[in-house]
T-cell receptor, first 115, second 113 residues
Framework: QQQVKQSPQSLIVQKGGISIINCAYE??????FPWYQQFPGKGPALLIA?????SEKKEGRFTISFNKSAKQFSLHIMDSQPGDSATYFC??????????????FGKGTKLSVKP | DAGITQSPRHKVTETGTPVTLRCHQT?????MYWYRQDPGHGLRLIHY???????DKGEVSDGYSVSRSKTEDFLLTLESATSSQTSVYFC????????????FGQGTRLTVV
């Protein structure tokens, strides 16, 4: 059972454009939604995260939009650069401890930004 | 980079042989995790630890065992490697569970032939 569904699988964007990656979840108990960025040959690294009490969080060119009623959240990368080319993972957790506290990851989106 | 060292970084082994992957941290974080990453599947949790000698299963634990005898070390063992266990394995650590940043190691690429 896939609890976090991520789309698209791959995305090609021109330099300067907006990259948008979407995730949907089923479990309304999730209360922490991070995005991780992974470059080839490296481990994932936290990019930005949001909690459901806010609808949007922005850090530089990266913005998370959160829609609690639709159970969806998305990552927007403004002014996309070739250096943003990487695989992006959304994730969710409940943070209550035990197995429920572990992060559940989407399947990833491979972003290519063309110069 | 967070102080996480995975060893070995690459390994080729034969079907049926035992394999142990090591994760060493210098951050004194309570939680440690083993994930596997496969194309089309993303990151899937194998086992995790919430303290010394305290471990639990993740989503894809069959065929794997773990041990944590010290805060800094978390070992992943494939008792009898199979070709389906060919993957990239990542260790991760976190200070708290879930609602905080998880730091990932560089990964171990394991090939079972």
């Amino acid at each position: 059972q896939q609890q976090v569904k991520q789309s698209p699988q791959s995305l090609i964007v021109q330099k300067g454009g907006i990259s948008i990656i979407n995730c949907a979840y089923e479990n309304t108990a999730f209360d922490y939604f991070p995005w991780y960025q992974q470059f080839p040959g490296k481990g994932p690294a936290l990019l930005i995260a949001i909690r459901p009490d806010v609808s949007e969080k922005k850090e530089g060119r990266f913005t998370i939009s959160f829609n609690k009623s639709a159970k969806q959240f998305s990552l927007h990368i403004m002014d996309s650069q070739p250096g943003d080319s990487a695989t992006y993972f959304c994730a969710a957790s409940m943070g209550y401890g035990g197995s429920q506290g572990n992060l559940i990851f989407g399947k990833g989106t491979k972003l290519s930004v063309k110069p | 980079d967070a102080g996480i060292t995975q060893s070995p970084r690459h390994k080729v082994t034969e079907t049926g042989t035992p394999v142990t992957l090591r994760c060493h941290q210098t951050e004194n974080h309570r939680y440690m995790y083993w994930y596997r990453q496969d194309p089309g599947h993303g990151l899937r949790l194998i086992h995790y630890s919430y303290g010394v000698k305290d471990t639990d299963k993740g989503e894809v634990s069959d065929g794997y065992s773990v041990s944590r005898s010290k805060t800094e070390d978390f070992l992943l063992t494939l008792e009898s490697a199979t070709s389906s266990q060919t993957s990239v394995y990542f260790c991760a650590i976190s200070d708290l569970q879930g609602r905080t940043e998880a730091f990932f190691g560089q990964g171990t690429r394991l090939t079972v032939v």
